[in-house]
């Protein structure tokens, strides 16, 4: 079974503009979870994603948001970025259900905002 | 709320020795522990879990970890390291439910010296 696949892997940006991370979950996993790793905060959880629908949202102002799609790929997108943003986005899968708590990574997109 | 504290930034230690990583959470529910490894340059690979049952729990590459509700501890061991092991170890913790959101240690960097 393959993997989490996240695209693309590397991303340059300049402060202001908009950009678009994409992640194809494991085949049958439901929900797709995303997070930030910088070296300054560690490890910090986005948001959640079920069935299309957002059930949970981390600590993040409101320029980050996402959606699932009803193949329960997902893309999380950054408004008017910052220099702030430059980190690892990770996007994780699992199967969704209750019970079913494992959460499987992918290789990350590597943001840098310049 | 959830919290975890991975008590060692690094860990230095000389091949085929014995290691432990060390890991305490924080909660006021039950919570399933996890245990990822992050190679660099790469994301997040699960090394073992705690859900429910036996409190040793044995995952991948030779590791293990015993869960302690009275110290609410999760250290990781490994009898023998071996060069490959040199990695980023994480801690995370989940209350499950309706959400799969994980709360992360800061990590821990396991430094193994020929």
């Known amino acids: 079974k393959a993997g989490v696949t996240q695209t693309p892997r590397y991303l340059i940006k300049t402060r202001g503009q908009q950009v678009t991370l994409s992640c194809s979950p494991i085949s049958g996993h439901r929900s797709v979870s995303w997070y930030q790793q910088t070296p300054g905060q560690g490890l910090q959880f986005l948001f959640e994603?079920?069935?299309?629908?957002?059930?949970n949202k981390g600590n993040f102002p409101g320029r980050f948001s996402g959606r699932q799609f009803s193949n329960s790929r997902s893309e999380m997108n950054v408004s008017t970025l910052e220099l702030g943003d430059s980190a690892l986005y990770l996007c994780?899968?699992?199967?969704?259900?209750?019970?079913?708590?494992?959460?499987?990574f992918g290789p990350g997109t590597r943001l840098t905002v310049t | 709320a959830q919290s975890v504290t991975q008590l060692d930034s690094q860990v230095p230690v000389f091949e085929e020795a014995p290691v432990e990583l060390r890991c305490n959470y924080s909660?006021?529910?039950?919570?399933?522990l996890f245990w990822y490894v992050q190679y660099p340059n790469q994301g997040l690979q699960l090394l073992l879990k705690?859900?429910?049952?036996?409190?040793l729990v044995k995952g991948i590459n030779g590791f293990e970890a015993e869960f302690n509700k009275s110290q609410t501890s999760f250290h990781l061991r490994k009898p023998s390291v071996h060069i490959s092991d040199t990695a980023e170890y994480f801690c995370a913790v989940t209350r499950g439910g309706a959400t799969n959101k994980l709360i992360f240690g800061t990590g821990t960097l396991l430094a193994v010296q020929p």
């Open positions: 705690y859900l429910s049952g036996s409190t």
């Open positions: 994780a899968s699992s199967l969704g259900d209750r019970g079913s708590y494992e959460q499987y």
């Open positions: 909660s006021s529910v039950s919570v399933y």
């Open positions: 994603y079920f069935s299309e629908t957002q059930r």
